[in-house]
């Protein structure tokens, strides 16, 4: 009876905002995709984001069901060209970002409860937004990307149309996250004209990479250890979950929200070479998905699961089993490995021109060999 009460004030809260703001085109949009969501399964708001900067969450305390001691606040850091919005009982945090000649585009988070429909259904319901035809999930393991945050592992979508009558200096692009934490999904969402909205998109990537919970949850304790370590003198890195031998010449680079370590390689005419080191929760997407991702960063086609064999090697590592794949496109090239322990999928990766990752691919295999996962 609980839980009927609360959904019955959120479906009515959600049509009386849709009410209310039916003179403004834009923000029908707008709401309309707030009630989709909550259709799919009821609020269940964590509290509000303020506005650009450093932005203390407020409490949901006061609304319906939520409690001070249950809603732990929501902060992070939005770009300083975002303008802060009233939150509604739908999102948590609401910008409005303004471009040259009248573009604008809108960014939110939104935060329910369970799975909220799914990640795919919730990418083609984007996707119908913007008059785009329905996918699979092959192909969305092809077009998304994962990111590391304080939340733990969020997989954003780049996606872009122009619906039939839709104003093109207010929309045509979507780029969205979706992070599930704690038995609740968070979506991270910027929509409007899409020349504007690829302009904000490493703000974007980089607002979602400072949100958090100011208190700790279930999700974000279990997943601490994925935060990036920072540079080390040693050329031994050791962190609770594993370790590894690094080579003389990798030098230590600021690590990311994205990477649990980053290296650079200094070659020839001054070229440098990146080495990174990343951490997700489960398989992300498989091992075809993420090899036709890496093609496509070098410029090459993808591949079927047939070919995956022929392109894949097998490395044994200290007291562990990696594979590995060598690829060399028009302008670039990339060495990657892989591992799966614990639950986590491990991603090693060397990226820059064909001769200095030929250069230093011994040395990047002998530091795969070194991996080592503590028990």
Not at 10 to 39: D, H, M, N, P, W
Not at 46 to 70: D, I, K, R
């Amino acid at each position: 009876m609980k839980l009927s009460r609360h959904y019955c004030f959120a479906t009515a809260l959600s049509v009386l905002v849709l009410f209310v703001g039916c003179k403004e085109k834009q923000e029908i949009k707008v709401y309309r995709v707030s009630k989709a969501e909550a259709e799919a399964v009821p609020p269940s708001p964590m509290g509000s984001m303020g506005g650009a900067g450093a932005m203390p969450g407020m409490p949901g305390a006061g609304q319906p069901g939520v409690g001070a001691e249950s809603a732990p606040e929501l902060t992070g850091t939005a770009p300083s060209n975002w303008e802060a919005q009233a939150p509604s009982s739908m999102r948590q945090a609401s910008y409005l970002i303004k471009g040259e000649n009248g573009a604008t585009a809108d960014a939110s988070i939104v935060v329910l409860g369970g799975a909220a429909g799914g990640t795919l259904d919730n990418v083609n319901r984007w996707l119908g937004q913007l008059g785009q035809p329905a996918i699979s999930e092959e192909k969305l393991a092809q077009i998304s990307q994962h990111i590391t945050s304080p939340l733990g592992d969020v997989l954003v979508v780049d996606l872009e149309g122009l619906p039939q009558g839709a104003d093109p200096a207010k929309d045509g692009r979507i780029i969205a996250g979706i992070a599930l934490v704690d038995g609740k999904t968070l979506f991270f969402k910027i929509r409007g004209n899409a020349a504007l909205v690829e302009s904000q998109k490493e703000g974007f990537i980089k607002w979602v990479g400072t949100v958090h919970f100011s208190q700790p949850t279930t999700a974000a304790a279990a997943d601490s250890s994925s935060a990036a370590p920072g540079a080390q003198s040693e050329s031994e890195v050791a962190q609770p979950q594993i370790k590894w031998q690094t080579p003389e010449d990798w030098k230590p680079a600021p690590a990311s929200s994205m990477r649990y370590a980053s290296f650079a390689v200094a070659g020839q005419n001054g070229e440098t070479g990146d080495i990174s080191v990343s951490v997700f929760p489960g398989e992300t997407g498989g091992d075809l998905a993420n090899v036709n991702r890496w093609r496509g960063q070098v410029g090459l086609d993808p591949i079927t699961e047939a070919d995956l064999k022929s392109v894949v090697t097998n490395v044994s590592g200290t007291k562990t089993e990696l594979k590995v794949v060598d690829l060399t496109g028009p302008k670039s090239r990339l060495l990657a490995g892989w591992a799966r322990n614990n639950g986590n999928t491990w991603f090693f990766k060397l990226t820059g021109s064909e001769s200095l990752v030929g250069a230093e691919k011994d040395k990047f295999m002998k530091f795969l060999q070194s991996v080592q996962f503590n028990p």
